[in-house]
């Protein structure tokens, strides 16, 4: 059954070109038009086959008895083979990358230049270690006896598997990548319209080690319009698909849930807001206060504040007038280019502009530092402002104590970064209670302990269909 997700005539408007891999076979065809969200740009792609795309479950999965050891092996050579400065798949993805994605080119490299660490040996087993409390359900059948003394047997089983990726972290894919082999699924990744091109890359890299390999033929990535019902009101049943991973917006994950039922889960990583959380220690000289503006401005400016764990919201206890000096220094380290940001960032939304505009003139408790000029803002205020800062920008609410920064604190807050470090351990367990995810360093956002939760869970852990054989 082939489907045509046509959003535009094809015509003789220069178009980037984005294919496919289906269980392990490139798909180049130029038969489809399509617009990236973010920049408008103009890519086409082949035309979606459902009936090569989806494997039977008369089939059994082709990972189901490689052991997983294995896997991980094949995946390390995978990582040593994205090295930028060799591999052409990569190579010839950054370049169309750049031309849809809102991220720099100069970012974009930075990416693909740390794509390797995420399948290094140390990064995998972790990962399988911390998600199982017995890998070895992962390779086949684990006997147990209850305390009754009947005897049985348990299986983490390959699932059958969509993956939404993410548009806002290019390279993002090989971390779904790795996830999606460790559990031995039969893989469908729905690349993002900002990012058709990544995935396809790595999954080619993989095929030019063993294009037999069952880690290739459980591969698939595919790109069509999210909420194309000729595409997902077929392909999201349960007699093809057990998981949707899903990494997105609030619509498209809305869009994913009206498919769910009986036999059909949604593993969803929502969309998350990140906060930091100070303490009056921080304002008690210059050099603190620098040292502080510094670590906020690494955490606020991950992927130019479009990941979920860049920090938006800034809870400040202590002395306003040091407040305000940590934010005059704040909003000039906004502006200076990193790792994973660019000194200019695109520009803030209209409606945002206008809201800040206001608070400028309303004067009295709010006050704006920095420029409309892509470099970065911040906004004091007494309150919270009723806007989600964006593009470089944070509001740093003056609070009496810490304390006061707890009741903001839900399920949708994803990291929160704090100084001093001494205070994480005094505020963890209401802050877990109150809804949120992870506390780290402040400065600390993007770095992680290998093999910990993500978005409160084991993801892995989920992902497998648990099946159990028991002799009562």
């Given at each position: 059954m082939s489907v045509d997700t046509t959003t535009s005539p094809i015509d003789q408007e220069p178009a980037v070109a984005a294919y496919f891999f289906v269980r392990g076979k490139l798909v180049t065809d130029a038969a489809?038009?399509?617009?990236?969200?973010d920049l408008g740009v103009d890519f086409t792609t082949p035309r979606i086959d459902l009936n090569q795309l989806i494997q039977p479950r008369s089939e059994l999965p082709p990972l189901l008895d490689v052991k997983v050891d294995d896997i991980i092996d094949f995946l390390v050579e995978t990582g040593k083979r994205l090295n930028l400065d060799s591999n052409s798949y990569m190579q010839e993805a950054l370049e169309r990358v750049v031309a849809t994605n809102p991220l720099p080119r100069r970012v974009v490299e930075n990416l693909y230049r740390g794509a390797p660490y995420l399948l290094q040996k140390d990064m995998l087993t972790s990962m399988v270690e911390s998600n199982f409390a017995n890998p070895a359900a992962l390779d086949g059948w684990v006997s147990r006896t209850d305390v009754h003394g009947n005897s049985g047997a348990v299986r983490a089983f390959p699932p059958r598997m969509?993956?939404?990726?993410?548009?806002?972290?290019?390279?993002?894919?090989?971390?779904?990548?790795?996830?999606?082999?460790l559990v031995k699924a039969v893989?469908?990744?729905?690349?993002?319209s900002s990012d058709p091109f990544t995935t396809v890359a790595v999954l080619r890299t993989m095929a030019d080690i063993d294009p037999d390999h069952p880690v290739v033929r459980s591969m698939s990535a595919v790109y069509w319009r999210g909420g194309d019902e000729s595409i997902e009101r077929t392909l999201y049943r349960p007699q093809y698909i057990d998981k949707i991973a899903a990494w997105g917006g609030g619509p498209a994950i809305d869009n994913v849930i009206r498919y769910l039922g009986p036999g059909l889960q949604l593993v969803s990583f929502d969309p998350k807001t990140s906060i930091s959380m100070l303490g009056k220690e921080s304002?008690?000289?210059?050099?603190?206060i620098d040292a502080v503006a510094?670590?906020?401005?690494?955490?606020?400016?991950?992927f130019n504040q479009e990941a979920c764990l860049a920090s938006r919201f800034v809870y400040a206890e202590g002395d306003r007038k040091g407040i305000e000096q940590y934010c005059a220094t704040l909003a000039e380290r906004l502006g200076v280019d990193r790792e994973t940001a660019s000194a200019i960032a695109p520009p803030i939304p209209p409606e945002m502009r206008e809201e800040i505009e206001m608070l400028k003139m309303v004067g009295g408790e709010y006050k704006v530092f920095g420029k409309f000029d892509g470099a970065g803002m911040v906004v004091l205020s007494d309150e919270r402002v009723s806007f989600h800062p964006s593009g470089k920008t944070v509001n740093v609410v003056h609070v009496e104590s810490l304390d006061d920064a707890v009741p903001f604190v839900n399920v949708a807050t994803q990291t929160i970064g704090i100084y001093p470090y001494e205070r994480k351990a005094a505020l963890r367990d209401r802050l877990a209670c109150a809804g949120a995810q992870r506390v780290v360093r402040l400065g600390s956002a993007a770095s992680h302990v290998l093999g910990s939760p993500h978005d409160a869970m084991y993801s892995l852990q989920r992902f497998v269909n648990w099946m159990s054989d028991e002799d009562v």
């Open positions: 489809v038009l399509h617009r990236s969200r969509v993956h939404m990726l993410a548009g806002n972290s290019p390279a993002g894919c090989v971390s779904s990548i790795a996830q999606g082999a893989n469908v990744f729905k690349m993002p304002f008690a000289d210059t050099a603190t510094e670590q906020t401005a690494q955490d606020a400016t991950l």
